[in-house]
């Protein structure tokens, strides 16, 4: 069986995309590292940008592009979809609004910010 050249295209994808939505979840958490204040998707976000450098360096400039407008995608509905369910009034049995609203309602923020750091980060990397 002849091996296909994006073979593991479809497995980076998965993890970029795993990685962007679980840095900026777990970014509404600030962790002290070293004695310094960060947000707990610091520990992860950076593997974002070695994937982008394997996806443009293994599979392509036009390759990396769509492997990274998946992510953001898969992102945007990520926010969107915890604003609108913290947005939705809550079943009288679930007594956690608050503390749903605290966290994950910080997300679309923080998505909006990583995007933009991503843009930035990705302009000045390449």
């Known amino acids: 069986m002849p091996s296909r050249p994006y ?3 479809d497995l980076i994808t998965a993890l970029f995309v795993t990685v962007l939505i679980v840095s900026n979840i777990a970014s509404t958490k600030l962790i002290a590292f070293l004695g310094l ?3 707990g998707g610091t520990i992860l976000f950076p593997l974002s940008y070695i994937f982008g450098d ?3 360096e293994v599979y392509g400039y036009q390759r990396s592009r769509r492997v990274i407008w998946i992510g953001f995608a898969c992102l945007a509905i990520m926010a969107v979809t915890f604003a609108v369910v913290d ?3 809550p079943d009288p049995a679930f007594d956690a609004q608050a503390a749903f609203s605290r966290i ?3 997300t679309p923020r923080i998505v909006l910010g990583s995007l933009i750091a991503y843009w930035a ?3 000045v990397n390449s």
């Open 87 to 89: 947005l939705l009034p």
């Open 104 to 106: 994950l309602g910080q």
């Open 7 to 9: 073979r593991h295209l």
């Open 54 to 56: 394997i996806l443009t």
């Open 37 to 39: 204040p960060l947000d």
């Open 121 to 123: 980060g990705e302009f």
